[in-house]
């Protein structure tokens, strides 16, 4: 029997039944060898987020990324993988206008990435698009709170649902995840209060970003807590490392190296 078989696969339902017995890790990854480091680390899930289209494209938002792009970017991951579920975002534009383009998007992903699982942003106002994609068999996580792809409608980065009829409207959304068959959810920059009061209200398992210890798990993405992005410093934002500092001065020293006749030396020549 190959190692690869000997390993337990984290799936969906691992997820739902580690709520109230273990935390849930999740980082994101969107290339073979990140993936599979992440994977090695340990980490229960992985997400393919888009927000590949800031940290691995240079975009200001996670507007511009397609699908197709997405999909390369998942595939990537899954051939680095091999405990972790892996999640993928259904990126801005191919599920909001209809449930069958939902429906087909998530397909296209499931199908031609390998990946486990999709996450799509928003509330009730996406149901019959949630509830197309888990009918056919594809496991949905939620995302709640700061959303991204509706950053022009928001206007800015600044935490989510501080005022009460927002904060019910929330509560409300991830109810309806819930019931209509979503496996997990992501809330991201809210009151860490509100994300226990949710938490504590539904039976899936909430996955926090700049959402407080209470929820069942935490996600980063991977660039951030690797340092390797400098500019982007909110107050949630734990570093691990400091990537950028370290691959500045690495990429220095090698231009040194060569510009001095340094490198190669007699033994890294044939
Ligand atoms: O795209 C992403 O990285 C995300 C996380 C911030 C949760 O959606």
């Not at 996670?62 to 999909?71: H, K, R, V």
């Not at 009829?165 to 819930?178: G, R, T, V």
């Amino acid at each position: 029997m190959s190692i690869n078989k000997e390993i337990k696969r984290i799936t969906t339902e691992t997820i739902r039944n580690m709520k109230g017995k273990e935390k849930i890790s999740m980082l994101t990854s969107y290339d073979f060898t990140i993936a599979q480091m992440v994977d090695a680390g340990g980490v229960d899930a992985i997400l393919v987020g888009d927000s590949a289209s800031n940290v691995m494209a240079g975009h200001e938002t996670t507007l511009p990324i397609t699908l197709d792009q997405m999909i390369y970017h998942a595939q990537s991951v899954v051939r680095g993988v091999s405990k972790a579920l892996v999640v993928v975002d259904l990126p801005f534009g191919c599920y909001q206008s209809d449930p069958q383009r939902a429906l087909d998007s998530a397909i296209r992903i499931m199908k031609e990435s390998g990946a486990h699982a999709v996450k799509l942003e928003g509330g009730i106002e996406i149901e019959k698009s949630v509830k197309r994609i888990v009918k056919a068999g594809i496991p949905v996580m939620g995302h709640l709170g700061l959303t991204p792809q509706s950053i022009y409608q928001f206007g800015t980065y600044k935490v989510r649902a501080k005022e009460e009829a927002e904060a019910e409207k929330l509560i409300e959304d991830a109810k309806f995840l819930e019931e209509a068959g979503a496996f997990s959810v992501v809330m991201e920059k809210i009151p860490a209060a509100l994300a226990k009061k949710v938490t504590e209200s539904i039976s899936i398992p909430t996955i926090g970003i700049g959402a407080g210890p209470h929820c069942d798990g935490q996600v980063l993405v991977v660039h951030d807590m690797l340092g390797m992005t400098h500019e982007f410093s909110p107050k949630f934002l734990r570093r691990y490392l400091n990537l950028y500092d370290e691959i500045t001065s690495a990429v220095q020293n090698y231009v040194k190296d060569v510009k001095s006749v340094d490198f190669p030396n007699e033994n890294e020549q044939y």
